[in-house]
């Protein structure tokens, strides 16, 4: 098993940014070795934001690479989101989650987190 655990959410206003975080544990670490981000807003389909191999390697939606930016610390077990230059259309909940392949189909990953809701006032 794996636990997630997404912080950082909250609310902010047009233009301005958040960095959220997720905490890894439970399984050895390698077992981490692809990390993802992805999005719910009210009324829409789970959406894939970015994701990242354990060696740095990333993968993001085309209309989000330039403002998102996803990393990883391995040595404490956590991942990055850092959003910058937010609009209302990135309010969602943003889901961690820990995959088997490096892949944008959520169906490629296992374990998630209990998400953490982002709101961007305009």
């Known amino acids: 098993q794996v636990q997630l655990v997404e912080s950082g959410g909250g609310l902010v206003q047009a233009g301005g940014s958040l960095r959220l975080s997720c905490a890894a544990s439970?399984?050895?670490?390698?077992?981490?070795?692809?990390m993802g981000w992805f999005r719910q807003a009210p009324g829409k389909d789970r959406e894939f934001v970015a994701g990242?191999?354990?060696?740095?390697?990333?993968l993001y939606t085309g209309s989000l690479k330039g403002r998102f930016t996803i990393s990883r610390d391995n040595a404490e077990n956590t991942v990055y989101l850092q959003m910058n230059s937010l609009n209302p259309a990135d309010t969602a909940v943003y889901y961690c989650a820990n995959g088997r392949s490096f892949s944008r189909n959520g169906a490629d990953y296992n374990y998630w987190g209990q998400g953490t809701q982002v709101t961007v006032s305009s």
């Open positions: 439970g399984r050895t670490v390698r077992s981490n070795l692809i």
């Open positions: 990242i191999t354990w060696s740095g390697d990333t």
